[in-house]
C-alpha cells in the first residue's frame, strides 16, 4: 500500500535562526523542504535560497494540508517564543498523523508536554551550549553567541566572590533569569550541574538568557 507521505519530505513551521538554518541544511542535502512562517519578512530575506515558502496567518490542520506540509514525512515545529503556538502547531501535525514531528523546546516542562502528546522534544539552546563548551575548551576563542534577537550564550569567567558557593547558594536563575548550561573546570565540560555543586576558581560559566539579563550578570560578577 503506498504511503500518503513523502518520507523525503520535510515540512519546517517557524523560520527563526533555528527554522533557517534546518531549512537551509536540509535544502543543501537535496530535499524537498516546505516552510511555514507568520512573519513575511523572514520569508523575504529568503526567497532567493528556498524555493516552496509560505506566508501564513496561523497554522491549522487546514494550512498544514493546503502547503503540502501535511504529507511531508518529517514536520519540525521551530516556533520558540509563543509556546502555545509551538504546541497547537504540534497537536496539528501529530492529528494528520505525519510520521515523525519534531519540535522545539524552550524548557524541561515545554519538553514533557511535547513528548506527553507524541512528539520529539528538541533543545537547540542547549545543544548549541554544550557544543560551545567543547569549542571553547579546544580553542577558547569565542566568549558570545547570539542565538536569536534577545537570547544569547556566554561564556563568563567565574568571580572571586562566588567561589565555593553551590549553585544554590548562586542562585543565578532567580536573581538573574539565567540558566547555567555548561561549567568548563581544568579543559573539561562539566554538563551535569545540581544546586549542590560547588564552584571553585578559575570555572568558566556558560550561561543561556535574554542578553540583558546577561549583561546584568556580567556587571554583578565583576562587582
Known sequence: MKSDFDLDAYGIIGLGRFGLSLALELTKAGKEVIVLEIEEEKLDAVKDKLANIYPVKGITQDVLKESGVAHCGTVIVCIGKDIESNILATMSALELKVPRVISKATSAD???V?????????YPEVDMGVRLAQSLVATG????????????IANIPLSPRFVNQTIEDMNIRK???LNVIVILRNEMAI??????FILKAGDILVVGGK????KKFEKANEA
Request: proline fraction near 3%; aromatic fraction near 8%; include cysteine.
Open 141 to 152: 576563542t569565542l566568549d558570545f553567541l547570539e542565538l536569536c534577537d534577545d537570547f544569547s
Open 114 to 122: 511535547l513528548e506527553k502528546i507524541g512528539a520529539e522534544a528538541v
Open 110 to 112: 515545554h519538553g514533557r
Open 211 to 214: 542578553n540583558e539579563a546577561i
Open 175 to 177: 536573581k538573574f533569569h
Open 191 to 196: 554538563s551535569e550541574i545540581t544546586p549542590d
